[in-house]
């Protein structure tokens, strides 16, 4: 008896080089996309705990058994993986969070009592457990929608410059993605946490990061209205320099970010201080220079790893 199996076609596959140079040379018109995904995607997240760290550990102990799973060839769809509250975890040491994650020792091991105290994580004889019926667990319904938005959007420049053979639509991203939810997820936390603790280590903490970035989204998408089809450096110096953009002030951040107000101001006065935010006589914070220059490295590597992750996830759906 014969099985039909979908052997993919090697001389089909999508090649990195090709993804990152669209993304370079075009990126006035995804790269606004791509950050308010997701800044979308952090807000989340702070609510989830409101602590950017805890949901840090919660989504790498959640990878270690994505990485489990995907040693043991074992596919969760969508629906399987969130079929039960409960998802059993490998066994962690302090050691190993802090130095993954970028978070002090003694900082990592009170969070970890924290969740370990509200139910969240739990030892049941020699099974290690996330409840996730014991906090307000959002489901990727949304950063799924996100994400294979801002890859359809992408497909269509690769479309146009002869790279893929037709543009992917949103809706068959949206179920590639939950079909293969185990190992796209997978790949997601490999490019979502080093891109968190990057940027927690260069600004210092992940509050101060998110209410930058949210005043970068507020001016790529101010800029993109007015500027298209420019490569990358280009876009990033006008990013900068326009003097018209609307900023926004520590209320409409708070309200934007779930951050409470009195944070915000104090990351808004650090971030006045290093000279990485200007205030204007309404109050509002827009971008100097002063980061842009300094992340520029950081912001490199973060753009090669969300190339490798919109290169695998285009290849499963074509090949």
Known sequence: MSINVKIPQISKQLYEQDVLNILHNQ?????????????EWMNGNYRTFNDHEKFLIIIYLTKRTL??????????????????????????NIAEISTNLSIPKESARRKIVELEKKGIIKRNKKKILIDRS??????????????SRFLSILSELLYQQNVLSKKIE?????????????????????????MMTAYK??????????IW?????????????KNK???RSKFIQDLISINCATGLNAMSISD??????ATVVRKLKKLLKKNYLVIDDKKHYRLTDTPINKVASVQNIVLQRLTKFSTKIFNLTIL
């Open 134 to 147: 014991a906090y307000p667990h959002i489901k990727p319904i949304n950063s799924i929608k996100r994400v």
């Open 27 to 39: 990126y006035s018109n995804i790269g606004s996309i791509w950050t308010k995904t997701q800044l």
């Open 256 to 261: 934007i970010s779930g951050i409470p107000r």
């Open 170 to 194: 949103t809706k068959s991203l949206e179920k590639i993605i939950k079909n293969n939810f185990s190992y796209v997820w997978k790949l997601y936390y490999e490019f979502q946490i080093p």
């Open 213 to 225: 970035g949210l005043c970068v989204v507020n001016q790529h998408l101010f800029l993109q209205k």
């Open 201 to 210: 280590n260069f600004f210092g903490d992940l509050e101060t990061f998110h």
């Open 229 to 231: 089809k420019t490569e």
């Open 67 to 92: 990485d489990f799973y995907s040693r043991n060839f074992t596919l969760l769809n969508y629906n399987q993986f969130y079929s039960k509250d409960i998802l059993e975890i490998e066994k962690f």
